[in-house]
């Protein structure tokens, strides 16, 4: 038997949440806090204008429960342009997302600025707020078995 968790065993359902203003943003950051994913995970698709990312999310929402991560998917619509520093799409670089924050412009456009640990940043051109995280697999235990700590 696998030590994986299991959604029923949890009072919590898995996280589909969007967010179309700062404040949403701002839970859907606190979500994502740590959550890790290999340089290759990232895809930009200009035609459709998305960007999104495959993470693995330490599930912050379940505070009673040993450490677990869950893979789910980030993503971005309305994204006109993309840019970033200190990050390379190749398989061997394991990103930490540290934070996503929303610099507004005019007429609903703005800056969505994804954080990483060490110098690495995100940062996204967009016409209009549309975020989504949908977890997209069951609960896991975290590799390390402990809970991220920020001192």
Same mark, same amino acid.
């Given at each position: 038997? =696998?030590? +994986? #968790?299991? *959604?029923?065993?949890?009072?919590? #359902? ?12 701002? %839970?859907? =950051? #606190?979500? &994502? ?14 035609? @459709? ?14 505070? &009673?429960?040993? #450490? /677990?991560? &869950?893979? =789910?998917?980030?993503?971005? !619509?309305? &994204?006109?342009? %993309?840019?970033? $520093?200190?990050?390379?799409?190749? @398989?061997?670089?394991? *990103?930490?997302?540290?934070?996503? $924050?929303?610099?507004?412009? !005019? +007429?609903? $456009?703005?800056?969505? /600025? ?10 996204? /051109?967009?016409?209009?707020?549309? %975020? ?20």
């Amino acid at each position: 038997m =696998s030590d +994986d #968790a299991r *959604y029923e065993d949890g009072a919590e #359902a898995p996280v589909h949440l969007k967010a179309f203003e700062a404040d949403d943003l701002q %839970v859907i =950051s #606190a979500l &994502v806090q740590d959550a890790v994913f290999p340089g290759l995970e990232m895809r930009w698709l200009p035609a @459709k204008r998305r960007f999104a990312l495959l993470i693995n999310r330490f599930r912050w929402e379940d505070k &009673v429960r040993r #450490a /677990e991560r &869950v893979q =789910s998917l980030l993503s971005f !619509e309305d &994204v006109m342009k %993309v840019a970033s $520093t200190g990050v390379a799409r190749d @398989k061997d670089t394991i *990103y930490s997302l540290l934070s996503l $924050t929303f610099t507004p412009g !005019e +007429d609903g $456009t703005g800056t969505l /600025e994804l954080t990483l640990a060490g110098d690495g940043a995100i940062r996204l /051109e967009i016409e209009a707020l549309d %975020v989504t995280l949908k977890d997209m697999t069951r609960p896991y235990k975290a590799p390390s078995g402990k809970r991220p700590n920020h001192d």
